[in-house]
T-cell receptor, first 114, second 112 residues
Framework: EPEVTQTPSHQVTQMGQEVILRCVPISNHLYFYWYRQILGQKVEFLVSFYNNEISEKSEIFDDQFSVERPDGSNFTLKIRSTKLEDSAMYFC????????????FGPGTRLLVL | QKEVEQNSGPLSVPEGAIASLNCTYSDRGSQSFFWYRQYSGKSPELIMFIYSNGDKEDGRFTAQLNKASQYVSLLIRDSQPSDSATYLCAVIGKAAGNKLTFGGGTRVLVKP
């Protein structure tokens, strides 16, 4: 069964450093998403991406965040200058279509900012 | 602020019993409703989705949607210890980006 994959599974970084989280969505999916979950809190939407541009972003997704689809398979989230409060589990998701199409989640990258 | 609310639990049910989970949402324009299961430290895994008012059954799971009351529920029949997890209600509204808005989840404990 096709699945979303994410690398790395864990990332430890120093405050102020840049990190890139990588995702390979399901191959025939066209819509891509990033969510995050701070330990013990809700899953929160960060950004959605379709047709090589951002469809929607949350207030969390400020100028230090960016997304890119550098080739036909990868989808990346870059955090330019990490803060302590960026420590969270980051989930990539993809769906075949909008609205009523199920979003399938990858296993997540646990980011720890020291 | 569009909200999705769930009782955090834990909801403790004996093995073989029915677990009933509830979710309310504030965005009256919401159009798609999903139940995900999340084991500790893992990613959300789809249980089922529902778009229309009424009931939808899939194996041991039944989702119920009442758009007038802005209420969606999940019933788990014949609960098994492996059903012990956090159940997340998620909603897609009318905005362009298809974002899922999640509730805080209900923790379910199935006791043998």
């Amino acid at each position: 069964e096709p699945e979303v994959t994410q690398t790395p599974s864990h990332q430890v970084t120093q405050m102020g450093q840049e990190v890139i989280l990588r995702c390979v969505p399901i191959s025939n999916h066209l819509y891509f998403y990033w969510y995050r979950q701070i330990l013990g809190q809700k899953v929160e939407f960060l950004v959605s991406f379709y047709n090589n541009e951002i469809s929607e972003k949350s207030e969390i997704f400020d100028d230090q965040f960016s997304v890119e689809r550098p080739d036909g398979s990868n989808f990346t989230l870059k955090i330019r200058s990490t803060k302590l409060e960026d420590s969270a589990m980051y989930f990539c998701a993809s769906s075949a279509g909008p609205y009523q199409e199920t979003q399938y989640f990858g296993p997540g990258t646990r980011l720890l900012v020291l | 602020q569009k909200e999705v609310e769930q009782n955090s639990g834990p909801l403790s049910v004996p093995e073989g019993a029915i677990a009933s989970l509830n979710c309310t949402y504030s965005d009256r324009g919401s159009q798609s409703f999903f139940w995900y299961r999340q084991y500790s430290g893992k990613s959300p895994e789809l249980i089922m989705f529902i778009y229309s008012n009424g009931d939808k059954e899939d194996g041991r799971f039944t989702a119920q949607l009442n758009k007038a009351s802005q209420y969606v529920s999940l019933l788990i029949r014949d609960s098994q210890p492996s059903d012990s997890a956090t159940y997340l209600c998620a909603v897609i509204g009318k905005a362009a980006g298809n974002k899922l808005t999640f509730g805080g989840g209900t923790r379910v404990l199935v006791k043998p």
